[in-house]
């Protein structure tokens, strides 16, 4: 099937793309930032893509995934990349936990992620943890710092992320997904198990938050709290994946491409308009482009990954 | 045929708040019988549909389809075990196709039945099968619905009001495949509003009124039943 192709084409592209653009423009930090987001949009564009699930509190699995990671390193002497998985797995158990919040819907849905995420990070950064997560004081991995191999593993985590977003394009377990997004009843209706796919979709998106999470708490190696749970890094996601367009691969990479790249122009040296330009669209999508910038290229005929 | 009904509904009760929209609600169906269900807006109709078929949950009382006691289970897997229905406002997947719409079903089936294409031409919507289901009328989406519930191959069809909104012919069309599915042998229960539409049908009706039986019997007959004209008309007629 050429579909399933032109998705594996946009895969490489993107990865190839990754690998070879630090050696053009030695910027080694901005592209894994990047990737970052590229790999937090898709995540967050696997919940609310294909569920219509808003996570405001996406980032509490990126955190808990960094901290996983960190913990595993400096608690039980993994070496990095088994503990960036075990940053992954962190993720999915505090998942798990939160799974009940999937019986709220809507603005409910999005208000309770927040908070809960908000719980973490305040356990997190508690002084009295500080013999467990070193509470307020922030985790140093300098003893593992080696940034060119936690950028290699970032390309790896943004592979595995981008297929699985194109798995649940192409295959019926997407399809699926989408006919609950459009409407739970006639999906149970239909046979399916709804409680399920929801839970499924909901981990697999903290999978991805969590590893993604391990490997940037590799990369910087010295973070605290606020850094990893920084509610911002839930917003920016979600506005790169409504940029871009939700429910498909491009989407979010374009969403992420366009207003990263935006973001690095004019944010640095001019924060407040960028907060600024940020807020507006938002408000600009959800009320004249709900389906994202995706939609506009779709209404032209253009088949859209 | 066997005349031991296929589902069996006893006392069943459900309340919201202080509300009882369902107060003690008993009805059987046979395999391949129609039964029209009516009743004033508010009665319980809808709200016995939706229990029964596991989207709400009874408040006491039994419910069971065969053997099976299906009064605390999950909707799909209510559905698993032959028990469908269509909505009072079609519910179709509306980002998907036609043909995707009862592809999810039939992915999911647990019974043997139709296929896709079957269903689809049965329904009368094979020409549009490549259409994405939001962009169809309202009556393009209740046929939809309608073959959405049968690829399940349902041995209980719940119908809730199909008829309201659709033109003279659609009506035609939509009895004519009602009655072949009850000649399969498939237990129907029929909301509806039309009379006309539902004496082409059946002539046993149940009628409810605040969430209770009032009447169980003959179309014609529930015409002539004071407390039945009473309900729907209002004392002094």
């Known amino acids: ?305 | 045929m066997s005349c031991e009904p296929i589902l069996r509904v006893r006392d069943l009760v459900k309340r919201f708040g202080g509300f009882r929209a369902l107060d003690g609600v008993d009805l059987d169906l046979n395999p391949g019988e129609v039964v029209g269900l009516v009743g004033p807006n508010g009665s319980g109709k809808t709200t016995l549909i939706n229990v029964v078929s596991g989207i709400y949950r009874a408040d006491a009382g039994s419910i069971r389809l065969g053997e099976r006691e299906i009064g605390k289970l999950p909707p799909h897997r209510v559905a698993a075990l032959g028990l469908n229905r269509t909505f009072q406002v079609p519910k179709p997947f509306r980002s998907l196709t036609v043909r995707q719409n009862l592809e999810v079903a039939w992915r999911h089936r647990r019974r043997p039945g139709p296929g896709v294409r079957e269903a689809l031409e049965f329904v009368d919507l094979a020409s549009l099968a490549e259409r994405e289901a939001g962009t169809l009328n309202t009556a393009q989406q209740k046929l939809l619905d309608l073959g959405r519930a049968l690829v399940a191959a349902p041995q209980v069809l719940l119908v809730d009001e199909l008829g309201a909104g659709l033109g003279p012919s659609e009506l035609e069309l939509v009895a004519d495949r009602l009655r072949r599915v009850a000649e399969a042998g498939t237990a129907l229960l029929v909301v509806e509003h039309l009379m006309g539409f539902l004496g082409r049908l059946t002539r046993r009706v149940v009628v409810l009124n605040a969430g209770a039986q009032i009447f169980a019997g003959d179309l014609a007959a529930a015409a002539a039943d004071r407390q039945v004209v009473e309900v729907f008309l209002g004392e002094g007629h």
Not at chain 1, 165 to 188: E, F, T
Not at chain 1, 200 to 210: M, R, V
Request: aromatic share 12%; net charge positive; proline share 5%.
């Open chain 1, 1 to 305: 099937m050429p579909r399933v192709w032109s998705g594996a084409a946009v895969l490489v592209v993107v990865l190839a793309l990754c690998l070879v653009l630090p050696q053009l423009y030695a910027n080694q930090f901005l592209f894994f930032d990047l990737m970052v987001y590229l790999a937090l949009a898709q995540g967050v564009n696997i919940l609310y893509g294909f569920t219509g699930y808003l996570p405001f509190g996406y980032v509490g699995f990126f955190g808990t995934g960094a901290y996983g990671m960190s913990l595993a390193v400096l608690k039980l002497h993994l070496p990095p990349v088994p503990a960036v998985l075990a940053g992954g797995v962190a993720a999915v158990v505090l998942g798990l936990v939160l799974a009940p919040l999937l019986r709220l819907s809507g603005a409910y849905f999005a208000i309770a992620s927040l908070a809960a995420s908000q719980a973490v990070y305040y356990v997190v950064a508690n002084p009295s943890l500080t013999g467990v997560t070193r509470g307020p004081y922030g985790i140093s991995l300098a003893r593992v710092y080696h940034p060119s191999q936690s950028y290699l593993v970032m390309v790896g985590v943004l592979g595995l992320t981008l297929a699985a977003v194109l798995y649940l394009r192409r295959s019926r377990r997407g399809m699926v997904l989408q006919a609950i997004r459009d409407d739970p009843q006639s999906a149970a209706m239909a046979g399916v198990n709804v409680v399920r796919e929801r839970v499924l979709a909901w981990l697999a998106s903290a999978l991805i938050a969590g590893l993604v999470g391990g490997v940037f708490a590799w990369q910087i190696s010295v973070f605290y709290p606020a850094t990893v749970f920084d509610l911002s890094t839930s917003i920016m996601a979600i506005v790169f994946t409504l940029f871009g367009g939700t429910g498909t691969l491009l989407g979010p990479v374009l969403g992420v491409t366009v207003l990263f790249g935006l973001y690095n122009v004019i944010g640095v040296s001019e924060p407040q308009y960028f907060q600024l330009i940020y807020g507006a669209l938002i408000v600009l999508l959800v009320l004249f482009l709900p389906g994202g910038a995706a939609s506009l290229l779709k209404r032209r005929g253009i088949d859209v990954l």
